[in-house]
């Protein structure tokens, strides 16, 4: 066998073993990511759960903070991109656009900071 097989072979060879070691035997897993790494529809399934969530609870601040972790756009920018961008049913359009109407009249109060 010349030395030219020998080496593509070897190299087959790893590349094989290399890839069902990686996707067989131990896989990546993703644990504990944020919401922005998220994918856009995603993304938007993300901010519609928070609007369904403020509708709950009404919670203005604890809608900004989930919404903030989307990104460092104000929270109605974010919600109005998803409005713009998402895939929404009427019901879903109205519930976005209550939460859209808050945040744009929301002002955020400052939490006491520690010394």
Same mark, same amino acid.
């Given at each position: 066998?010349?030395?030219?097989?020998?080496?593509?072979?070897?190299?087959?060879?790893?590349?094989?073993?290399?890839?069902?070691?990686?996707?067989?035997?131990?896989?990546?897993?993703?644990? *504990?990511?944020?919401?922005?790494?998220?994918?856009?529809?995603?993304?938007? =399934?993300?901010? /519609?759960?928070?609007? !369904? %969530?403020? @509708?709950?609870?009404?919670?203005?601040?604890?809608?900004?903070?989930?919404?903030?972790?989307?990104?460092?756009?104000?929270?109605?920018?974010?919600?109005?991109?998803?409005? *713009?961008?998402?895939?929404?049913?009427?019901?879903?359009?109205?519930?976005? =656009?209550?939460? /859209?109407?808050?945040? !744009? %009249?929301? @002002?955020?109060?400052?939490?006491?900071?520690?010394?």
């Amino acid at each position: 066998m010349s030395r030219w097989i020998q080496t593509l072979l070897a190299i087959a060879l790893g590349l094989a073993a290399g890839l069902f070691y990686g996707w067989r035997i131990a896989p990546v897993e993703y644990v *504990d990511l944020a919401p922005n790494t998220l994918h856009a529809d995603y993304r938007a =399934e993300y901010t /519609l759960m928070v609007a !369904e %969530a403020y @509708q709950n609870d009404s919670d203005l601040n604890l809608a900004a903070r989930h919404l903030a972790l989307l990104g460092s756009a104000h929270p109605a920018e974010i919600i109005q991109e998803n409005l *713009d961008n998402g895939n929404y049913d009427q019901k879903e359009i109205r519930i976005l =656009e209550e939460l /859209l109407g808050e945040i !744009e %009249a929301w @002002q955020p109060t400052l939490a006491e900071s520690a010394p």
